[in-house]
């Protein structure tokens, strides 16, 4: 790309060395740069990229972006010194890439809860019906049935770009992204324009970023706000009519609203809701008339889901009845109530539930088939160095099971003991064990568990690993719990 043009977009205020005529690639990751690239300077909590500029250098950068001085020769590169370099690689990343989101139908999902299976709901059903499409969020990138590994919800400014450019380079016609609060007000989004803009619900997370219920509000309401102004464009905003915070949000865009609900009036509203085992009905009500849905998906946090993608699809012109033909077909989105395949004679569930709403749905939805002479045990742990107002929280929602194990999620730096303790002061009853150790607590759930059991294992869902320190350790809830249970019960299963 010519680099006068990419630079055009950014306030300099000055340059020290000739910029060369044209610039290969762009880059925030020293180890990352390619020969004749841009390598823009990230100061981040732990790490500052200007004192990676000589390694970016000796990479091939022909450009070096920064906001503080750097020890390079200018002889050999170009130094564009700005004010903020978080925002110019805001700026120029979606211009490298050509503004890749005005390439396709662009669909944000936002909220505390239910982001994943909503995103990958819309997904689904789009790969059902032979629409090429795309979606990412927690449990990665997925490019039409192509997975690759992400780290984070929403992830950083250029790596959003680069999915995005390479979905609309392989002909996806839609791409569902889900949009977390800590993405909107880090800028991740910027360049990304929305079509269509989905809100779940907001509930007690993330405190210890945001601060106050108010301020993350006002940041998941970012997500409308930035739909724009234009209204030659047709876009809409998707609000849960159940949830007092949606009204804010309709205030912050104004493009036509799509409201889904289950007890207040709602464009697409839930009525007669059966819930089994194996799957939820319910009766729709919505503007193309009244039609009976049936889902794989168990619980009613998970009609809520439903709804909210069937309401997009809608808004991007799919008919009705061709939504539910396909909604039938799809499964719950890995690690959200997932029921662990097995013969033996215990029930169990994999879920990311890790807020204090999540957790009580997630019980909730698996309570009206505890047999009578069974327990339901639940299994909850929380992350160290993480919002540690929401713990007692938790462990008073996960009360509700006969038994509950207390444990961590990724601990990071934080003790043990400090986790354990602040989810302990939650408790409502004494019927629970404390045991830091994951794989360890995991085990317990068995050993304390009989046949016709229920065990919720909650917090990490889809993941494959904990973190401890600042490392990744291999750890899967789902596959300690089918060995030990295949220990415990298999025997049973072949002397019967």
Known sequence: MNTEHLLSIVPIGRIEGQLPQSVTDLAVNSRAVSAGGVFVCIKGFTVNGHNYAQQAVEQGASV?????????????????????TARAIALLAPRFYGFPSKRMT???????????????????????????????????????????????????????QQMISQAAEEGCEVMTMEVSSHGLVEGRLAGTEFDIAIFTNLTHDHLDFHGSMENYGNAKGLLFAQLGQDLEKFKYA?????????????MMTPYPVLTYGVHNDA??????????????????????????????????FNVYNTLAAIAALYAKGMKTDEILVHLSAVSPAKGRMQKVETDLPITMFV?????????????????????????????????????RKKRPVMAEKASVADYVILTTDDPRFEPNESILSE????????????????????????????????????????????????????????EIALTEAEKKFGDRILSE
């Not at 990311?352 to 088939?369: R, T």
């Open 64 to 84: 070096v972006i920064a906001s503080e001085p750097v020890d390079v020769d200018t002889d050999k590169v170009a130094v564009v010194y700005v004010e903020d």
């Open 106 to 160: 662009m669909i944000g999902v936002t909220g505390t809860n239910g982001k994943t299976s909503v995103s990958n709901l819309i997904h689904s059903i789009l790969r059902e019906a032979g629409v090429k499409t795309a979606v990412t969020g927690t449990i990665g990138f997925n490019l039409d049935g192509v997975h690759y590994e992400t780290d984070n919800t929403t992830t950083d400014v250029l790596t959003t």
């Open 238 to 250: 998707i609000l849960n009519s159940d949830d007092p915070w949606s009204e804010r949000m309709s």
């Open 267 to 300: 464009m697409f509203k839930a009525s007669n809701i059966q819930m089994e085992a194996g799957g939820t009905s319910f009766t729709l009500t919505c503007p193309e008339g009244i039609y009976e849905v049936s889902t794989k998906l168990i619980g009613e």
């Open 351 to 387: 879920d990311y539930a890790h807020s204090p709403d999540a957790i009580e749905k997630a019980i909730q939805s698996v309570l009206p088939y505890k047999k009578e002479d069974s327990k339901l045990i639940f299994l909850i742990g929380t992350g160290g160095n993480r919002d």
């Open 423 to 478: 989810l302990e002061a939650g408790m409502a009853h004494d019927q629970y064990a404390c045991i830091a150790d994951r794989a360890e607590a995991v085990r317990h759930a068995i050993a304390v568990a009989n046949a016709g059991d229920m065990i919720i294992f909650a917090g990490k869902g889809h993941e494959d690993f904990q973190i401890i320190g600042n490392e990744k350790f291999p750890h899967s809830d789902a």
